[in-house]
């Protein structure tokens, strides 16, 4: 199985840019699709984007396109999410996850490998 870590949240104001990051390790990273969830308090674990195992195709929830983008670099086992013109409802635990079958989906229960998660807060 793989371990998923994440860094690179923190405090930041409206308008501000952040980059998390997911290392991975265990396994290659490439037999993962790779999503990033986000969760605020009092609220579901939601969708925020999802990459392919090759990079080559993106998917991103409604609220978050145009702002964020997610990448991929299978050499370095690593999955990122740049967060450009950050919201306060951007706020969240901010959770990388890991999804070996390859089907593709926007359901947290899709994915099967979960990292500990990083707290995103946007103050106004």
């Known amino acids: 199985q793989v371990q998923l870590v994440e860094s690179g949240g923190g405090l930041v104001q409206a308008g501000d840019s952040l980059r998390l990051s997911c290392a991975a390790s265990?396994?290659?990273?490439?037999?993962?699709?790779m999503g990033w969830f986000r969760q605020a308090p009092g609220k579901e674990r939601e969708f925020v984007a999802r990459v392919t195992r090759s990079g080559g195709s993106t998917y991103y929830a409604d609220s978050v396109k145009g702002r964020f983008t997610i990448s991929r670099d299978n050499t370095k086992n690593t999955v990122y999410l740049q967060m450009n013109s950050l919201r306060p409802e951007d706020t969240a635990v901010y959770y990388c996850?890991?999804?070996?079958?390859?089907?593709?989906?926007?359901?947290?229960?899709?994915?099967?490998?979960w990292g500990q998660g990083t707290q995103v807060t946007v103050s106004s």
């Open positions: 996850a890991a999804d070996r079958s390859g089907i593709g989906t926007r359901s947290a229960a899709g994915f099967d490998y």
């Open positions: 265990g396994r290659t990273l490439s037999d993962y699709t």
